[in-house]
């Protein structure tokens, strides 16, 4: 499994990246191989400011349905809306499948999500 070292991640397993100004959030590797087949993604709450930890959609795997939660407080100012069509490209590459774009109330939350190394031992690897 792949955690690259250049990203954060939550205990409910997403992954961050910054750029910029900007954050962008998807599922982590184990996330996508503990769901199996990804067939559908919804964030309903686009465009919405929302704090961390706060639900902001829901992932479908074909045994499954996950709720997704925020990584940060933000405004979440975009979907990848190339999920909605190809939904199982999270499978395929969970690091360039990002599923939302944040615009972050308080960028410092960043150091209180973990480190690779970190999200390996929550994970038990």
């Known amino acids: 499994m792949n955690f690259p070292e250049e990203l954060y991640y939550t ?9 910029g100004e900007l954050f962008y959030a998807g ?3 184990f996330a996508q191989s503990e769901l199996s087949d990804i067939v559908y993604v919804e964030v309903e709450t ?3 400011t ?3 930890d706060k639900v902001f959609g829901t992932v479908e795997a074909v045994k ?11 405004e979440i100012i975009d979907f990848n809306k190339d999920l909605v ?6 499978n395929k590459s969970p690091y360039e499948a990002w599923i939302i774009q944040i615009k972050p109330s308080d960028p410092s ?3 209180t999500l973990l480190k690779a190394d970190e999200y390996r031992k929550l994970i038990g690897m």
């Open 11 to 19: 205990p409910e397993h997403l992954w961050v990246k910054k750029e």
């Open 27 to 29: 599922i982590t590797d």
């Open 46 to 48: 686009l465009g919405e």
């Open 50 to 52: 929302l704090p961390k």
């Open 64 to 74: 499954t349905l996950s709720d997704l939660f925020m990584p940060l407080s933000g």
């Open 85 to 90: 069509r190809k939904p199982e490209e999270i």
């Open 109 to 111: 939350e960043l150091d």
